[in-house]
Structures are given as C-alpha cells and as structure tokens.
C-alpha cells in the first residue's frame, strides 16, 4: 500500500511539473558513412569505410516555466552512449540574462558545415571551438561574459597529462557580436591559468575575429586567432597527436609555451530549395619556443541535399593534410544522413 501510495505521488508531482513549463522536445538521427584513405606518413596508407551513428545525435528539449525562467537540456550518443550535451537554466532579469549550467560557452562562433569526423566543422582545423562546458554565464544582448570550469592539461614530451596541478581561477571568456543588415561581426577573448609542480605558471589565452555576409543566395564567413598555449581553452590539432594539441610543454625542469595562430574562410550558395554548395578552409599553426613550427591544411566541398523538410543528406569530399610527410594526411568521401524531429 505504501508503495502504491509513493508511486501515485511522484505520478502527481510529475504531472504537476509539465503542466507548470512548456516542455517542447526534439531530436536529431545522424549517421555517418564515409570512406578514408590515410597517409599513415611512412610509406604505408590505410583505407577505411565507416558507417556509425554520430555521437552528436541528440535529443532534448527546450523549456519554458514563465518569461524570466527557461531551460534546455540535450543528451547525445557519445560512443554509442548517452552523454548531456546541454543542460542548463536561464533567467532573465531584464536588462540581461544569467545562464548556469553546461553551454557553449562564449567563444563558440562557428562558421563552417564540415560534417566530416562527427559534423567537425573545421574545428582544430582552423576553426578555435571552444566546446561545452559548465560555466556561469552573463548574456547583454550581443555582449556575453563567462567564468567557465578551467582545463588543466600540459604536454611532458610524450603525452598530454594533468597531473600535478593547481588551479586557482576559473576560465575567463568574453566575446561581442553584432549584426548589421547582411554583415555580422564579432570579436572574443579567452584566458586559462594553473600551476604545475608548485613551480610552472602555465597562462593560456587567445584572440578571436569572426565576420561573414549573406547576400541573396550567396554567403562567406571567416574567422581568426592567435593566442598561446591555446588548447587549454579551444581545440587544436595539428599533426593528429598530444603534441599538436596547443598546450604547453612541461618536461626537463622548464617550460615552453606554445605560440598558436590560424584562419578559416567559408563560402555557400543556394541554388535551390533542395540543394546548396559549401567549400571551407582551414590552417592551423603552433610553434613550441625556440622549435620547429608544426601546421596543417583542411578543406572540403560538400553538397547538402534537402528530401523533405528535416530530411538531409550531405555528401562531402576533402582533405585533412599535416603537411610533414612523417605525419602523413587524410583524403575522405562520403556523406551523413540526417532526420531532425
């Protein structure tokens, strides 16, 4: 009886909460298939087809209690898993907003559609994604501001480590967008601070540019950055290993910091309700203290096709080159299928 009567409360409760917000659900089916020639960059190459569903599938919902409080959650498919890829509330307090929970966070400006490796989109490429984290964030209009969960990680000349670290202050980013008849223009910044060993002040920080235009059919974005030991705070890659990832190198008694610069520039055009065109580009670049620079090239062409309303097929084909020979590249063709519910 008492079991009943505890399974009849939460029931009550349950149903007092979605009569109280406006729970409105979606969800997006995307599957990837494409086939991959690698140049494993010693004389050898390796070919690949691949057909999985993309761990940014996601279903989730956007939620309203009153005009001041909403919220938004999202789980995605993470190695065939379930992860929280969003969840976090917002209110809004008049002249601005406060967001607390797991968001993008402020320097995410994206420009490209690469759908290649997960819907990519350059990023690492050419393209400074910022990821989603936990953050605490303020939103005026186009200006937002976030105190956002620090990253911690150094390279020791072999791997990518976080061991041995303090942490004193969270992630700062800061970014302004605005948007004038066709033109939309935006300017960001990032700064990522810790201590290894008790000893080594490993400071992050970058700059970002992002502008585009759309004029009828047509449409062209860019975006870029420079900054130091830029991986602490967005994502990098170039040469595919720890090494090209932007942090800085901790190992033999000191510290180099990893000087990062690159580009992106898009352009797309309509030609009809069910197809378009997309080419992107991206360069990347860091360079170690007194080292070597290590740089790599990305481009693409795709073609998205629209079924039906929320139907997609995006066949793609591009190239992901390290430029060194001994890093070798990556030549890819295929397309991901999507259905948005």
Known sequence: MKKALLCVAILAMMAGSAYAADWNFYGSARVETFYTDTDNGDGTSTKNFSESLQGNARIGARVKVSDELTGRFEYGASDGNANIRLLYGNWNFGPGQLRIGQDYTPLYLPVSNQVYATDNGLAGWGEPYPGRHAQIKLIFGGFQFAMVSPDNTYYDGTDAVDTNT??????????????????????????????????????????????????????????????????????????????????????????????????????????????????????????????????MYAYYLQAPITLAPGVFVIPEVGKVDYREDAQGDKTYFGAKWQINF
């Open 166 to 295: 303090e942490v004193r202050i969270p992630r700062l980013e800061v970014r302004y967008k605005v948007n004038i008849d066709n033109w939309y223009v935006a300017a960001g910044a990032g700064y990522n601070s810790f201590e290894v060993s008790d000893q080594y002040d490993v400071d992050s920080y970058i700059g970002v540019v992002n502008a585009g235009f759309k004029a009828g059919s047509f449409s062209l974005g860019g975006e870029a950055f420079v900054g130091e030991n830029i991986g602490n705070i967005v994502s990098s890659d170039v040469n595919g290993n720890d090494s090209g990832k932007g942090y800085a190198q901790v190992s033999g008694g000191t510290v180099q910091d990893n000087e990062a610069y690159g580009y992106e520039i898009v352009a797309a055009y309509m030609i009809n309700e069910m197809l378009s065109l997309e080419a992107g580009l991206g360069y990347a670049r860091t360079e170690l203290d007194n080292a070597d620079k290590d740089d």
